[in-house]
């Protein structure tokens, strides 16, 4: 893993997500995919690739007497089985932690600033969503506006929202050259501040309302995308028949719905800092921000798997063990990423 942004987004999840699935290496790491054998595969498919643990979607010139009897035809011996779920604990509570990864040969910083946000069918999901797209997403993104347009610090800055089964999070992300690494952070934190100190303008909320209601039925134009939707719907619980008022639900949200979510949900400071690139040549910068202490971790040294992030530290608060447990990210049930949307 020499890839700075993905070594960022990484770090990021892990520090937001803990040691939940949410914040393990989707991919798992080179000690734990050694350690899955095959009886590990079988296991796991036999525990949860069951018709009772699965959602079909059809959709196409067929009539449901026709897709039922396809179904049937298929998935008729598929035999139910009762499926167990692991214990895990939630996601920790959103506190200031910063995390620098050295890498003395880059010439810019990944920066991320983020918190634990929300599940997917959260009754606030769309005002949130809304929220974020004015932060830094398409038709506002006031990141992007100061980073780029007025600073020239950075080619682009976004802020995204995502949304799982059991929670989410908001991430403020860009990348700018070291030595403009401290202001590039001071701004992108500001943001976030700004939000809860001013009220957005009509026209930022219309604009970022116009992208989504411009772009959504590109997500429906195929059969394809359609069975997508439907599937995403079921998996996180919501209805079906939100998709026909989509267009209806977002422009319900208004400047005051922003204002309330803002205040209510994020963070600025317990927001979860990740910093990678040449240490040397931006550490100097931080420590006039206000922003508290921070933790230095040499590239060579990252773990994931590790509460300091370090290799040889402690796994989960408890102290590592010889070799990664047969089949560790092998994880049952709906809590892994793979229905993220």
């Known amino acids: 893993m020499e890839n700075p942004e993905v070594i960022a987004t990484a770090v990021f999840e892990r520090l937001v997500y803990g040691f939940h699935p949410y914040g393990l290496p989707q991919n798992g790491t080179p000690e734990t995919l050694a350690s899955i054998t095959r009886d590990d595969l079988l296991a796991f498919h036999q525990r949860n690739f069951v018709p009772n643990n699965a959602i079909l979607a059809i959709v196409g010139d067929v009539t449901t007497e026709e897709a039922f009897e396809g179904v049937r035809k298929v998935f008729g011996d ?3 089985r009762d499926v167990s779920r692991p214990a895990l604990a939630p996601p920790p509570e959103p506190a200031r932690r910063i995390i620098v990864v050295n890498k003395p040969d880059s010439v810019q910083t990944e920066v991320r600033a983020g918190q634990l946000g929300i599940r997917r069918n959260h009754s606030d999901y769309m005002a949130l969503n809304l929220t974020l797209r004015v932060l830094g997403g398409e038709g506002a993104n006031r990141l992007h506006q100061l980073l780029r347009t007025q600073r020239g610090l950075t080619y682009g800055a976004k802020a995204d929202m995502n949304t799982l089964l059991e929670s989410g999070d ?4 860009t990348n700018t050259r070291s030595e403009a690494t401290g202001e590039a952070l ?4 500001d943001e976030f501040w700004r939000l809860q100190r ?3 303008s009509e026209r930022e909320v219309s604009d970022a309302k116009a992208y989504l209601t411009g772009s959504f039925p590109l997500t429906i ?3 394809d995308a359609i069975a997508t939707q439907v599937l995403n719907a079921l998996f996180y619980g919501l209805p079906v028949g939100q998709l026909q008022s989509f267009r ?3 422009n319900a949200v208004g400047p005051d719905d922003i204002e309330r979510v803002s205040r209510y949900y994020l963070r600025p400071d317990r927001l979860s800092i990740v910093l990678v690139g040449n240490a040397a040549a931006f550490i100097p910068q931080l420590k006039g921000l206000g922003f508290g202490t921070f933790e230095v971790v040499e590239m ?3 773990d994931l798997l590790a509460a300091d992030f370090r290799k040889g530290g402690k796994v989960g608060g408890v102290g590592r063990s010889p070799r990664p447990r047969r089949g560790a ?3 049952d049930g709906p809590a892994s990423k793979a229905g993220q949307d």
Do not use: C, G, I, N
Not at 170 to 173: D, N
């Open 300 to 302: 060579a040294d990252l």
């Open 329 to 331: 990210w092998l994880l």
């Open 248 to 250: 209806e639900r977002v």
């Open 221 to 223: 134009e195929t059969p």
């Open 186 to 189: 001071r701004l992108m934190v």
């Open 170 to 173: 908001f991430e403020a992300s």
């Open 78 to 80: 598929w035999q139910r």
């Open 198 to 200: 001013e009220r957005v």
